[in-house]
Each structure stands twice: as C-alpha cells, then as structure tokens.
C-alpha cells in the first residue's frame, strides 16, 4: 500500500510550495482544522495521520517499525517522495516536533523549513537538562496509562490542554485520545516519553521556528530554550496561548505566528 493511502493523506490547497501538517500524540489531521486552512490561498497543504492515528491504515501497524521514532519518520519522507515534495515547510506539534527533524535529516531535499509546536527532544530530565519528568513520573505515566487507558486518558487529557475555563478543549482531547486504539497508543506513548533526540538537533541546518506555549506541562519553557539554543538556525517565540495545544486552543496566534515566518 501507498504510504498516502496508508497514512490517510489529504490535500487542499493551490500554491506551489506544500506546507505539511503533523499532529501530536493521541490526535489525528484533524487538530489542524482551526490553522490549516488559513493557509490554503497560498499553499498546497498537506495532512496526514500516524499509523494507529485517525483514518489510516491499522494492519498497516507494526511494532517492531514504530517502537522508536524512526519508524514514523520514515513514514513522512515515504510521504514526501510519493507527493514528490521540494523544500516544504513541516509543521510539527508535540512528538511530531522531532519526527520532522528526523525526517529533514534523513531526506534533506523534502523541506526548506520546520515550525515545531511544544517540542521536546526528551521528556525526561538528565542531569542538567530539565525535560519536565523524572524518570520515575515516566515509569509511573506510562504504568497508569497501561493498566487503564480510559482512566488516563480523562486525567490526563485536561491537564495536557491546559485550559481550564474552556472545559470543552480538554473534553475533545479525552474523545481524541479515546478514539485510539489503546494498545497501539499505549505503544506510541512508551516511544514517545523514553524518546532522546538531543543528539540530533545541531544536525539541523534549517530555518527553524519554535512556537513555545506558557504553563505546558508536556514541554515546559526550559526544553523549548534548550532547542532553541542547540538549533543553530532556530528563532523562538512565545506564545501568550497556555497548554500544550495551541492549534487547538489558541488558533488565531497560531496561524499569525507561522505566517510571520512562512
């Protein structure tokens, strides 16, 4: 199968140069609704879903592939050669932050760009480096997760949007995340929060654009200096949007901040 029928792609858009969306952790294309679109008059756009995410292909999931992230990067420059893309620009949020580098690494032709959204080359603290986690609360994140999806899911979920008075965020976060199947998300979550791509980042030699969120309990204010100071073409803005999601809850400051860049 076709990695764009595999990977559920859709496409929109009329300009030249393609932008490609990526969602995070527990979501599908559809958390781009709020920003995509916005850019569909002047780019080709393209969105697709992990394998175990949205509408892709399920069969098409294999764990020896995706227990590292590896696996779902080679699966974005499977997508990019099919579409025959040319310095795209790769829009990233969450582990698709670092899913992007991978990919701009392993097929440098594919983007000229990455905007990354509440990166984390590794979530769990190592010595110096703050990534927001012990070892220990990743032991037990993921041991909560493995014994009760459901339950994790609705604590978790909340937290992650980080916007308390609009309850309905975190609501739609909790149905993403409950649409997922449970043992391929309990798979991706271990790939994801034992994840160390430090090493990678100096690699990039691309215009990078950081998005960083204020109150992010996934990726705190901490791992997105510490990209920043280790992308040597990398510029960092602050977003005023709180959580994790700003393409969800903060869409507006989104779009105005990938279109000063783009």
């Excluded at 899913?99 to 440098?108: D, Q």
């Excluded at 739609?172 to 998300?185: G, K, Q, W």
């Excluded at 705190?220 to 949007?241: D, I, K």
Aim: hydrophobic share 45%.
């Amino acid at each position: 199968m076709s990695a764009t029928r595999r990977n559920n792609v859709q496409m929109t858009g009329a300009g030249d140069k393609a932008i490609v969306f990526a969602h995070g952790f527990g979501c599908d294309q559809n958390m781009w609704r709020l920003v995509a679109p916005a850019f569909e008059a002047d780019f080709r756009i393209v969105l697709f879903d992990h394998v175990g995410a949205g509408q892709s292909d399920l069969s098409a999931y294999q764990l020896e592939k995706y227990q590292k992230l590896d696996g779902y990067a080679d699966d974005v420059v499977e997508i990019g050669r099919e579409l025959g893309l040319e310095n795209a620009i790769f829009v990233g949020h969450s582990v698709s932050a670092m899913i992007g580098v991978m990919a701009s690494l392993k097929s440098p032709e594919l983007f000229e760009s990455l905007v990354l959204v509440g990166p984390s080359p590794r979530y769990i603290d190592d010595g110096d480096y703050i990534g927001g986690f012990t070892a220990l609360q990743i032991d037990e994140l993921l041991a909560f997760l493995n014994d009760n999806y459901m339950g994790w899911s609705a604590a978790m979920a909340p937290a992650i949007m980080g916007n308390p008075n609009r309850p309905e965020l975190g609501e739609e976060l909790v149905n993403s995340f409950c649409r997922t199947d449970p043992e391929i998300a309990k798979a991706f979550a271990r790939t994801t929060f034992t994840a160390d791509n430090r090493a990678d980042l100096a690699k990039v030699a691309l215009r990078t654009l950081i998005l960083q969120c204020s109150e992010d309990i996934i990726a705190p204010t901490q791992v997105g200096e510490y990209v920043h100071r280790h992308m040597p073409g990398s510029e960092l803005v602050y977003l005023r949007a709180t959580g994790h999601c700003p393409n969800l809850s903060a869409p507006e400051e989104t779009i105005a901040a990938i279109r000063a860049f783009v």
